[in-house]
């Protein structure tokens, strides 16, 4: 990866500047995405009163769906169970451009006192749980819309296309359920028309508003799922020398697992996650039970890195049960590819991102281990993806709560800017094609 970054710095200086014959096209769509201000709000505000978990968006799948056609978009509707897709075709022959929010809440109670703080309750696994939107996906619907309206505004000045991808479950699925990004690509949205280039934005509470943050190459980690069952011999717990211990054994596969990361992955070339999450083993305090189970998470932001540790893992836990006269069962579920920002777009998209900001606004940002799913249609077409800064200004960001929290809380004078930046890469990457 590091070579990597270095040749997108290489084709980042190279950028061309902002053609002349865009200037007016994006001045007209940053005037009309200030007007919009107030309605983008009152959407969020709106979504944020009603949230709905991931494939049970129809709510808001509903409010989106009349918003396209009431701009006079094709709709389609029912794409990857709730998602919507509207198509905007320009004035003039050209490429096409898609543009994605994703829809989703979270199994979250908010805590946050607000006037349109979500009330939403629901079970979830099980659990009684409320429902919020944690993460800002509500802003990200808003802002879409926003740049939807302001479009078709100025479509008879677009060379080409814009497709507006509203994703369902971003956050995952249920148990058994198919969802997300992965299931829209399999459902084709990314055809009929097809996409030469994606963008897409998240907001982000820990920086402040006014600025967006990008990173060329990998910027999101992968992120996996595992288990280990390890099978051992159960006994009495007053006997312990009769049974093969499948918790201590467990255990030890915990800390040999610690050793992936801080012994065998280069760090100073990738940063690599090896999370146990869960561990789950016996019913009673007297009684050696004859399974364990853990489960987890792998992060990474290099495939290779990434199969390595799924290697590692695999090794580790099988010889550690096998030490101990066990054995262990591991799987390894492959959940989201590495967020991976083509370095040519990104260089090509670059100084539109500073004209709408500001040059001094517009930050290149370390990578992080946090993962996101619109990573799936980087997998087929080269793509975006950036960061709208949600914090007010001035707040140390050691303050503000963090993503998927009950007091996550966005500053909603960013999301114009939000409007702007999806607006304008999608009618300047039309205009340079």
Same mark, same amino acid.
């Given at each position: ?19 002349? &014959? ?53 709709? &389609? ?110 459902? =084709? ?62 255990? &030890? ?139 007010? =200004? ?40």
């Amino acid at each position: 990866m590091k070579k990597l970054y270095s040749a997108a710095a290489l084709v980042l200086t190279a950028a061309p500047p902002l053609l002349a &014959q865009n200037a007016a096209l994006d001045a007209r769509i940053a005037q009309l995405a200030t007007q919009e201000e107030s309605k983008v709000v009152a959407w969020r505000r709106d979504l944020h009163e009603h949230p709905e978990l991931g494939n049970q968006e129809t709510r808001t799948a509903g409010i989106i769906a009349a918003h396209l056609k009431s701009l006079g978009l094709e709709v &389609q509707t029912g794409v990857a169970r709730t998602g919507v897709v509207g198509i905007l075709r320009g004035g003039k022959p050209g490429p096409v451009v898609a543009l994605r929010a994703d829809m989703d809440a979270l199994p979250v109670t908010e805590s946050n006192n607000l006037p349109f703080a979500s009330k939403v309750k629901t079970t979830y696994l099980g659990q009684p749980v409320g429902v919020m939107h944690a993460c800002g996906h509500d802003t990200h619907v808003a802002m879409l819309m926003g740049a939807a309206e302001v479009l078709s505004q100025v479509k008879k000045d677009l060379p080409g296309t814009v497709k507006f991808i509203f994703q369902p479950a971003e956050e995952g699925s249920l148990p058994g359920e198919e969802g997300g990004a992965k299931l829209m690509v399999k459902e =084709k949205v990314l055809e009929n028309p097809k996409v030469d280039a994606i963008f897409g934005v998240h907001i982000q509470a820990q920086t402040e508003v006014g600025t967006l943050s990008y990173r060329p190459g990998g910027e999101m980690a992968s992120s996996d799922r595992f288990s280990i069952k390890v099978h051992g011999k159960g006994s009495h717990g007053a006997y312990p020398w009769n049974s093969v211990d499948p918790i201590v054994t467990a255990a &030890q596969i915990v800390l040999g697992l610690q050793t992936i990361v801080s012994r065998q992955v280069k760090l100073i070339d990738d940063a690599a996650v090896v999370t146990v999450g869960t561990i789950n083993a016996g019913v009673r305090h007297n009684v050696i039970p004859a399974d364990a189970e853990l489960t987890g998470t792998i992060r990474a932001l290099n495939p290779a890195v990434q199969q390595e540790i799924w290697a590692s893992v695999r090794r580790i836990a099988k010889g550690i049960a096998e030490s101990a006269g066990a054995t262990a069962e591991v799987s390894i579920e492959p959940y989201v590819p590495v967020t991976f920002n083509n370095e040519k777009l990104t260089a090509q998209m670059l100084p539109t991102l500073r004209a709408v900001a500001g040059a001094a606004q517009v930050r290149e940002q370390k990578a992080v281990t946090g993962a996101e799913d619109f990573s799936f249609y980087q997998e087929k077409v080269p793509g975006l993806f950036l960061f709208v800064g949600g914090m007010s =200004k001035g707040q140390d960001p050691a303050t503000a709560a963090d993503h998927h929290t009950a007091g996550f809380r966005i500053d909603e004078s960013g999301l114009t800017l939000g409007v702007k930046t999806l607006a304008t890469l999608a009618a300047d990457y039309l205009s340079r094609k």
